[in-house]
T-cell receptor
């Protein structure tokens, strides 16, 4: 039973437009959420995180939004660039666990078209 | 360049072989991890070492044997593997527990692509 779900396997966006990647979770105990980006033949790279005490966290072109009541988070990339083309993983953990014990989603492959 | 180095990049082994995967980091991190990732699946946590002590074993079969010789090195010893164990094995490290687990994102290596024949 998947506790972290990324229901869109892929997403194509024009360069300069907004990319919105979605993630749903079923475990209401999760209180820490992260996004990782993965290029082919490389390991995942940390992008941005958010704890459940916030509903938004921003870092440059990347913003993560958390809707606790809907058990939903999203990653917004504005503006999208061709170098953003990668697989994006959503991950979550229970209270106090942080990165110690993460549950990952299956990933969404983002393609940014020049 | 990744700050977590994994060797080898690729490994092909038979079911009767014994091999080891190696991981090294020099960021002073005190937690190290092994993850397994199969195609089109999420990374799955296998083991966590904290201060060189095994703290999490996610019910991994004994044919996978982790070892943390010191704070910079993490090994995964493989013996009598099955073809279904073919996957990408990712090593990661983080500052936690020293800094707090919620302020310590994982730093991943590029992985070892393992094929069991």
């Amino acid at each position: 039973d998947q506790q972290v779900k990324q229901n869109s396997p892929s997403l194509s966006v024009q360069e300069g437009r907004i990319s919105i990647l979605n993630c749903d979770y079923t475990n209401s105990m999760f209180d820490y959420f992260l996004w990782y980006k993965k290029y082919p033949a490389e390991g995942p790279t940390f992008l941005i995180s958010i704890s459940s005490i916030k509903d938004k966290n921003e870092d440059g072109r990347f913003t993560v939004f958390l809707n606790k009541s809907a058990k939903h988070l999203s990653l917004h990339i504005v503006p999208s660039q061709p170098g953003d083309s990668a697989v994006y993983f959503c991950a979550a953990s229970a209270p106090g666990a942080g990165s110690y014990q993460l549950t990952f989603g299956k990933g969404t492959k983002l393609s940014v078209i020049p | 360049d990744t700050e977590v180095t994994q060797t080898p990049k690729h490994l092909v082994m038979g079911m009767t072989n014994k091999k080891s995967l190696k991981c090294e980091q020099h960021m002073g991190h005190r937690a190290m991890y092994w993850y397994k990732q199969k195609a089109k699946k999420p990374p799955e946590l296998m083991f966590v070492y904290s201060y060189e002590k095994l703290s999490i074993n996610e019910s991994v079969p004994s044919r996978f044997s982790p070892e943390c010789p010191n704070s910079s090195l993490l090994n995964l010893h493989l013996h009598a593997l099955q073809p279904e164990d073919s996957a990408l094995y990712l090593c990661a490290s983080s500052q936690g527990p020293a800094r707090g687990w919620t302020d310590s994102p994982l730093h991943f290596g590029n992985g070892t692509r393992l094929t069991v024949t």
